[in-house]
C-alpha cells in the first residue's frame, strides 16, 4: 500500500503540481534555478497584484525605539544597531506565509483545480485555508499533531482549529514523514492542486516581502537596511526573502538567518515529538534544508538557503520566549513566540553594529491559545521539560531544559558556521548522487547553489571523495 | 447516541505498525500511524461504531465514532513564574533615564 503509492510519487506531483521539472534539468546534480523561477512562477510585478486582490503584504514596519534602547544598555559605547520590525502578522492568516499561499492558490484556480491541498503542521496551512476561501477553492491541510499517545502538540492543534476555522478539512496524523505518502494518496484521490511550500510559487510569493522591507526602508530611512534578519526552516524564507531584496537593489544589505536550536531530538521521534516548545524555525529543518534542499515532495526544490545565506546563527527555546515576552511587555506587541526567533538574535547583533546601523527583522507572527510562551511552557512543564531560569545558552538542553534569561545582556546567538553548511552540502551530493566524477557543469552548479568559487566547489569535492 | 448531521471525529488507522516507512526511529517504529477527521456524520450512529462523514472539502470517509461537538483542547496555559518578573525588570530599566 505505502509503496505502490510511493512509487507513483512522480506522476502523481506532475500532474498536481502542474510543472513539468523535466525542462530544467540540465545534467546530473546540474538544473537551471532561475529559468525554473522565471518559467513556472509569476514576476514580482503579477505577484503584488496577486496579493493585493488578497489582501496580502504591505504590512507595517515599525521601530522598536524601547528594545533598541535595552539593548544599547548592554553594548559598547557608539553600537546598538536599530532594530526594526515587519509586522507580518497583519496579513489575513496572521503570517507571512501568506504571501507564499496567495500565489498557489492563484496559480491553482487560474489552471481550474477545484482545490488545494498542503501538507504542514505550520502557519502555512491556515494561510493556505485563507487564502482558498478567498477564491473559492476546497483546501484540504494535512498535519501531523499527535504522538503515539494522542497528546497533541498545542501549537498544532491551534494552527488546526484556524484551518478549520477558515473552513479547510484538517487531517490530523501521529508522528511520521508518512504524511507525505497520505497527502499524495489524498492528491491523487481528489485532483487537487499541491500547495507544497517547495514550488517555485511558494518562494516567488515571499519575494514581495523582502522587496517591501528594502522599499519602505528606503522611504523612511533614505537607504537600505544593513543587516535583514530570517528564520530559517524549509528555506524559503531565506531564499525569497533575499531574491526580493536583490529585486529591489539592495545588494550590500546582508541576509542573516536564524533558527532555534534544538538539535539532539530527533524530528520523526514519536517521544522527541512533544519535547519540542518549537515546531517550525528549528534546526531540525534548517540545517538538513539548507544542506540538501531537494528532500523535498517536488523534484527540486525552490527554496535554496546556501544560494543567499551571509550568516547563520542559532537562538535556544529560552531566549525566543524571553523576547517574545519582551516585545508584549515594552513594545505592546504580542506576537507569537515562533515568529520571533529572529528578533531574538536580533538583540544579540544589534551590540555589535554601529548605533547608525539598521537591523531588519522581516517577521512576526499571530498568537494566541495553544501559541503564546505561557501555553507552551505550561506544556513543556507537563511533558518532564524544565523550565527553569538561567543561562540560556550553557543550561539550555532540547528537549530537557529550556533555560530563560532574566536580562537582555544574557541574549546571545550561537553561530554555525556557513562552511559547515556547505561541506555538509557537498558530502549529501556525493551520498545521493553516488558518484566520484563531476563535470563542469555540474560544479559550476553547485558553486552557485552554496554562493562559493568553481574552485572551492573542487575541493570540497575533493576532499569528501578522498574519504569516500 | 449521535445523530445524522451532527459534527463528529472519527479515527482510523493509516498504516500498521509493519507497513509503516523503513526510515523511522525506533520508537515510532512500533507504533501506527493513525488520523483523526472532523466532519458532518452520514447516518445515526453510537460512539465506537464505523461510520461514514463528510468534510468541510466534501469528501466522504470512513473511521471509528470517537467523539460528538469534538471540542478543542488547547488553551493559554498557566502564568509561568520563570517569565513573569521579565517584564517589570524591563520596564524599571527603561524608567532608569
Known amino acids: 500500500m505505502y509503496e505502490d503509492v510511493m512509487k507513483k510519487r512522480g506522476e502523481i506531483v506532475k500532474r498536481a503540481v502542474g510543472v513539468d521539472y523535466s525542462k530544467f534539468e540540465i545534467e546530473g546534480v546540474a538544473f537551471d534555478y532561475e529559468k525554473m523561477m522565471k518559467e513556472a512562477a509569476y514576476s514580482l510585478d503579477e505577484i503584488r497584484e496577486i496579493q493585493f486582490e488578497t489582501q496580502v503584504g504591505n504590512t507595517p514596519l515599525v521601530e522598536l525605539k524601547n528594545l533598541t534602547k535595552l539593548v544599547r544598555k548592554y553594548s559598547p559605547s557608539g553600537k546598538g544597531a536599530r532594530i526594526f520590525l515587519k509586522d507580518e502578522a497583519a496579513n489575513p492568516a496572521g503570517s507571512f506565509k501568506d504571501r507564499r499561499a496567495s500565489v498557489s492558490v492563484y496559480h491553482a484556480k487560474k489552471k481550474r483545480y477545484k482545490g488545494v491541498i498542503a501538507a504542514t503542521s505550520g502557519n502555512y496551512g491556515a494561510a493556505v485555508a485563507s487564502q482558498a476561501a478567498k477564491r473559492g477553492l476546497r483546501c484540504i491541510v494535512v498535519q501531523e499533531t499527535f504522538d503515539s499517545h494522542h497528546v497533541g502538540q498545542p501549537e498544532i492543534l491551534e494552527k488546526g482549529r484556524a484551518c478549520e476555522a477558515y473552513g479547510a478539512e484538517v487531517v490530523q496524523l501521529t508522528v511520521g514523514p508518512e504524511l507525505f505518502y497520505y497527502t499524495l494518496k489524498l492528491l491523487d484521490e481528489t485532483g487537487y492542486f499541491d500547495a507544497s511550500l517547495y514550488t517555485p510559487f511558494g518562494i516567488a510569493g515571499i519575494e514581495t516581502l523582502g522587496y517591501e522591507v528594502a522599499m519602505q526602508m528606503k522611504e523612511r530611512e533614505g537607504k537600505f537596511p544593513d543587516v535583514v534578519l530570517v528564520t530559517h526552516a524549509g528555506g524559503g524564507n531565506v531564499t525569497g526573502t533575499a531574491r526580493g531584496l536583490r529585486l529591489a537593489g539592495a545588494n550590500e544589505t546582508k541576509v542573516v538567518g536564524v533558527s532555534v536550536d534544538l538539535r539532539g531530538l530527533h524530528m520523526a521521534s514519536d517521544r522527541d515529538f512533544n519535547r519540542k516548545s518549537f515546531t517550525t524555525g528549528h534546526t531540525g529543518f534548517g540545517i538538513p534544508f539548507a544542506t540538501f534542499p531537494d528532500r523535498v515532495d517536488v523534484p527540486r526544490n525552490a527554496a535554496r538557503a546556501l544560494r543567499y545565506l551571509d550568516r547563520y546563527v542559532l537562538v535556544t527555546q529560552g531566549e525566543v520566549f524571553f523576547t517574545t515576552e519582551a516585545l508584549a511587555q515594552v513594545e505592546g506587541m504580542m506576537r507569537g513566540p515562533a515568529g520571533n526567533t529572529s528578533l531574538t538574535a536580533a538583540l544579540a547583533i544589534a551590540r555589535e553594529m554601529d548605533e547608525d546601523q539598521i537591523i531588519v527583522v522581516q517577521e512576526t507572527e499571530y498568537t494566541g491559545a495553544g501559541k503564546l510562551p505561557s501555553a507552551q511552557l505550561t506544556f513543556a512543564k507537563k511533558m518532564g521539560v524544565m523550565v527553569k531560569n538561567g543561562d540560556p545558552i550553557e543550561e539550555d538542553k532540547p528537549g530537557e531544559v529550556i533555560a530563560i534569561p532574566e536580562s537582555v545582556e544574557q541574549v546571545a546567538v550561537i553561530e554555525y558556521p556557513i562552511e559547515k553548511l556547505r561541506k555538509s552540502y557537498f558530502k549529501e551530493i556525493v551520498k545521493i548522487y553516488g558518484k566520484r566524477e563531476y563535470s563542469d557543469v555540474e560544479m559550476k552548479f553547485m558553486s552557485e547553489d552554496t554562493h562559493t568559487t568553481f574552485e572551492d566547489v573542487k575541493a570540497n569535492l575533493k576532499e569528501v571523495l578522498e574519504l569516500w | ?97
Open chain 2, 1 to 97: 447516541m449521535a445523530k445524522r448531521g451532527d459534527w463528529v471525529k472519527v479515527h482510523s488507522i493509516v498504516l500498521k505498525a509493519e507497513e509503516r516507512s523503513s526510515h523511522l526511529p525506533e520508537d515510532t517504529k512500533k507504533v501506527p500511524l493513525e488520523m483523526w477527521i472532523n466532519g458532518f456524520l452520514t447516518e445515526d450512529a453510537k460512539l465506537g461504531e464505523n461510520v461514514e462523514i463528510t468534510t468541510l472539502s466534501g469528501r466522504m470517509v470512513k473511521g471509528t465514532l470517537v467523539e460528538v461537538n469534538p471540542r478543542y483542547t488547547h488553551d493559554f496555559g498557566e502564568p509561568i513564574p520563570e517569565l513573569l518578573r521579565i517584564g517589570p525588570n524591563l520596564k524599571r530599566i527603561l524608567e532608569e533615564d
